[in-house]
């Protein structure tokens, strides 16, 4: 199995990103998909998750409204659509399924 984050970088404030997470080794269309982060000195936490077919999501309170998660099945790819980013959206976001996870990319938000 393995999952490959990508597009991460460095942005300011108020701008945008979008990640791309790889997958295989697995049947992605099979597993609902995840996107994690993780500030420095805080625990991990879930951002998003899409079912299997992309047919429902769900947001963390804190990038409800700013984020877009979705998928591609014929890819075997998930994303993730930030938008309006603050300095608090700075993190390694994560790609997570079942208990797979990728080796994360570094999004930092900064003028």
């Known amino acids: 199995v393995r999952l490959v984050e990508s597009g991460g970088g460095l942005v300011q404030p108020g701008g945008s990103l979008r990640l791309s997470c790889a997958a295989s080794?697995?049947?992605?269309?099979?597993?609902?998909m995840r996107w994690y982060r993780q500030a420095p000195g805080k625990e991990r936490e879930l951002v998003a998750t899409?079912?299997?077919?992309?047919?429902?999501?769900n947001y963390a309170d804190s990038v409800k409204g700013r984020f877009t998660i979705s998928r591609d099945n014929a890819k075997n790819t998930v994303y993730l659509q930030m938008n309006s980013l603050k300095p608090e959206d700075t993190a390694v976001y994560y790609c997570?399924?079942?208990?797979?996870w990728g080796q994360g990319t570094l999004v930092t938000v900064s003028e």
């Open positions: 080794g697995f049947t992605f269309s099979s597993y609902g």
């Open positions: 899409v079912t299997t077919a992309g047919g429902s999501t």
């Open positions: 997570n399924a079942w208990g797979w």
